[in-house]
């Protein structure tokens, strides 16, 4: 009986031991799970920087190359603007606010000063705080004094006189404004937005279609 006895232990025994090593086993490997999952982490970590950085450096280049194209004028300095005398009340109130003219011009090429007419008009006033963009629109046939002699005439005659100094310097005598700050586009300019966006598709009534095709030869553009 003692020898069964003892030869059941020894197995007992015996076979404990595989079952401790099972344990260190199971220990080990969830340390190298653990050690697979931290250098997972850290690389997927640096693919994401990596991303991030050839985003900001492709940016980067996107809008140097944006800015290298902007035409600056020659003929005057922005501080040259003259801008209105006004209220108190008036001026408290346009704190915290920055007002910019935005001309539309009719040049066919890349003139953006004088001799062209400015079609479209905008101003456009940014809430400094908030960011919120407010859009209002004068119209080119706006009947106003357009220089320093009193000359009441369409709005749009400013810029074709005077460029755009002239022309800021208007909105501002005849709007209370204290604008110094201004861009202008032409059309090779909204071709070059329409081609970004891939065309845009219009529907057009059969006059528009006639005199659209009237002036196809000195806006149209190919490759």
């Known amino acids: 009986m003692r020898a069964a006895e003892a030869g059941e232990s020894r197995r007992d025994t015996r076979t404990a031991e595989p079952s401790g ?34 985003v900001a450096i492709f940016s980067y ?38 007002t910019i003219a935005i001309f539309g011009v009719d040049a066919r090429d890349n003139a953006i000063e004088k001799s062209t007419n400015s079609d479209v008009i905008i101003l456009c006033n940014v809430n400094r705080d908030t960011g ?34 002239q022309a800021v310097e208007a909105l501002n005598r005849n709007l ?13 300019a909204v071709a070059n937005a329409i081609d970004v966006l891939g065309g845009v598709d219009i529907e057009l009534s059969k006059a528009e279609f006639f005199y659209i095709n009237s002036f196809i030869t000195e806006t149209e553009r190919s490759d």
């Open 61 to 98: 280049a996107f809008m140097a190359r944006m800015m290298s194209q902007i035409q600056r004028s020659e003929d005057f300095q922005i501080s040259e603007i003259k801008t209105n005398d006004i209220a108190m009340d008036a001026e408290e109130n346009m704190k915290g606010y920055w």
């Open 176 to 188: 209370d404004l204290q604008i110094q700050d201004y861009m202008t586009f032409n059309w090779k």
């Open 21 to 54: 090593g099972g344990r260190r086993g199971g220990r080990s490997e969830f340390g190298r799970s653990e050690a697979k999952k931290k250098r997972r982490r850290r690389i997927i970590a640096m693919i994401v920087a990596e991303c991030i950085a050839l």
């Open 132 to 165: 919120e963009i407010k859009l209002v629109s004068v119209y080119r046939d706006s009947y106003l004094n357009i220089n320093d002699k009193g000359s009441y005439t369409k709005i749009n005659q400013a810029y074709f006189v005077g460029g755009p100094k």
